[in-house]
């Protein structure tokens, strides 16, 4: 299938839809499926990078996506591993201050600190 295919199809499918035509159905359908996403990826983090430049050099998202892969996984060990290759000590979790300058920033009102601190645990070996 062309990409150009691929448009015309999802044109066709957007034509078909409109506000409104959920059912309570659908509507209850959805909402447990995001209660059951929620708990997949605990930290709702959505790599904005608002929270950046962190002044203390911490990689917030990315210590939040291996907190996040970790635990939708199931695969505590590769996150840890990760944690170790990826992120230098410099920039870990553990290297914040608790300045609160990124959760005044953050979209997603994340209590980044604390999120923080249960990643370190969680990602450290």
Same mark, same amino acid.
């Given at each position: 299938?062309?990409?150009?295919?691929?448009?015309? @199809? /999802?044109?066709?499918?957007?034509s078909?839809?409109?506000?409104?035509?959920?059912? +309570?159905?659908?509507r209850?359908?959805l909402?447990?499926?995001?209660?059951?996403?929620?708990?997949l990826?605990?930290i709702?983090?959505?790599? %904005?990078?608002?929270?950046?430049? %962190?002044? /203390?050099?911490?990689?917030?998202? @990315?210590?939040?996506?291996?907190? /996040?892969?970790?635990?939708?996984?199931?695969n505590?060990?590769? !996150?840890?591993?990760?944690?170790?290759?990826?992120?230098?000590?410099? /920039?870990?979790?553990? @290297?914040? =201050?608790?300045? %609160?300058? %990124?959760e005044?920033?953050?979209?997603?009102h994340?209590?980044?600190? +604390?999120?923080?601190?249960? !990643?370190h =645990?969680?990602?450290?070996?």
């Amino acid at each position: 299938m062309t990409t150009l295919e691929q448009v015309e @199809q /999802n044109l066709e499918s957007a034509s078909r839809s409109g506000i409104g035509m959920l059912s +309570d159905a659908d509507r209850s359908l959805l909402a447990k499926a995001q209660k059951v996403y929620k708990t997949l990826a605990p930290i709702p983090c959505t790599q %904005c990078e608002y929270c950046l430049p %962190c002044p /203390n050099g911490v990689g917030i998202p @990315q210590i939040f996506e291996l907190f /996040n892969e970790g635990h939708q996984f199931e695969n505590q060990p590769d !996150a840890q591993r990760r944690y170790r290759g990826f992120i230098k000590p410099e /920039n870990r979790a553990d @290297q914040c =201050v608790e300045c %609160c300058q %990124c959760e005044t920033l953050c979209p997603q009102h994340i209590e980044i600190i +604390d999120w923080l601190k249960k !990643a370190h =645990v969680y990602l450290q070996v």
